[in-house]
């Protein structure tokens, strides 16, 4: 069966570091695209921000995490993360790990096979 927990989520002032971590189960971490995204409210899409082994087995990056967020993998412990810098107040939102079997689909919602239940994350002015 398969299993994303997410975990690292909080409330931090603007400008502060946080790193979020998915620890994936029930699949071979390498044959998967591992995503986050973020949804800043209840019923809006849920919008990717960063992802391992996708993009020809590249990391992507949203142009909103570009140069501020950097994801990474560790295949032996089977966690991905997502270390956050110079956080921001629309940076709030819940986040959540998601895994897309080869990792060469879209990066986006509908695309993705499994999800996390998600963490929030608050960022205060």
């Known amino acids: 069966e398969v299993h994303l927990v997410e975990s690292g989520g909080g409330l931090v002032q603007a400008g502060d570091s946080l790193r979020l971590s998915c620890v994936v189960s029930?699949?071979?971490?390498?044959?998967?695209?591992i995503g986050w995204f973020r949804q800043v409210s209840a019923g809006k899409e849920r919008e990717p921000v960063a992802?391992?082994?996708?993009?020809?087995?590249?990391?992507w990056y949203a142009d909103s995490a570009k140069g501020r967020f950097i994801v990474s993998g560790d295949s032996a412990k089977n966690t991905v993360y997502l270390l956050m810098h110079s956080l921001k107040p629309e940076d709030t939102a819940v986040y959540y790990c998601?895994?897309?079997?080869?990792?060469?689909?879209?990066?986006?919602?509908?695309?993705?096979?499994?999800w996390g239940q998600g963490t929030q994350v608050t960022v205060s002015s």
């Open positions: 998601a895994a897309q079997e080869g990792g060469d689909g879209d990066i986006t919602e509908d695309e993705q096979d499994y």
């Open positions: 029930g699949f071979t971490f390498n044959e998967y695209g």
């Open positions: 992802c391992i082994n996708c993009d020809d087995g590249r990391a």
